[in-house]
């Protein structure tokens, strides 16, 4: 890894998930139901599941929403799920085993008794879910959502507005090469952009493509290739 990457990955700043850094695109509405479910008051609307491809923020509004977030992916039979909770997200819940699904139709059953919120994320709509018919009912009984990926051109755009924000100086070509070289994730994407700003003025160096050529030689979070 060269010096100028790594000292990059240095000033990467932590850029925790939250409803300020996602970028909409064409998930405004989405996002709007979102934000309104959230303030609103418990024992009204008490379910919202959000669905779509990978890298469409689903993970992203879950761990922004300040729930208590469980991941089916890496805890699939919620063994990690408290026994008393108010408010909790659950994400990619199409991956619980059968002891993840009768530990979470329980909670669910507990929650919506008590009042309280459940948030969901999933890759496809309730009724396209292998999973206990009882579960999926319950899945699509409240807000439903999908949400789109941002195009390359989405993200270029806000890319180029966070830039101007920034009044950091980055040309069409240079957007274009951040996009080809670093994550496609859009929050990594803004911190990247955050990092090369930072270091660009301690290094003295306008940010031109040679410039971040030498920076991001490969993808930030992938090592650089045996020789």
Sequence with gaps: MSAMRQLLLDLLPESAPSLDNFVPGANEEALSAFKHW?????GEEAIFLLWGAPGSGKSHLLQASGFFYLDAKA???????PERISRLAV????QLDESGQIALFHAFNRIRTQGGKLLFAASAPPANLTLREDLRTRLGSGLVYQLHALSDTEKKTA???????????LAE??????LSRASRD????TATLAALDRYSLEQKRPIT???LRAVLGNPLNQPNPEP
């Design 159 to 169: 890319l180029a507005q966070i830039a101007a924000a920034r009044s950091l100086p």
């Design 209 to 211: 493509v040679p410039f």
């Design 173 to 178: 070509e240079g957007l274009d090469y951040l």
């Design 91 to 94: 994400d990619h819940v199409e």
């Design 75 to 81: 805890d699939k039979a919620c063994g990690q799920l």
């Design 38 to 42: 959230l303030a609103a008051p418990e």
């Design 186 to 189: 859009m929050r990594i994407l």
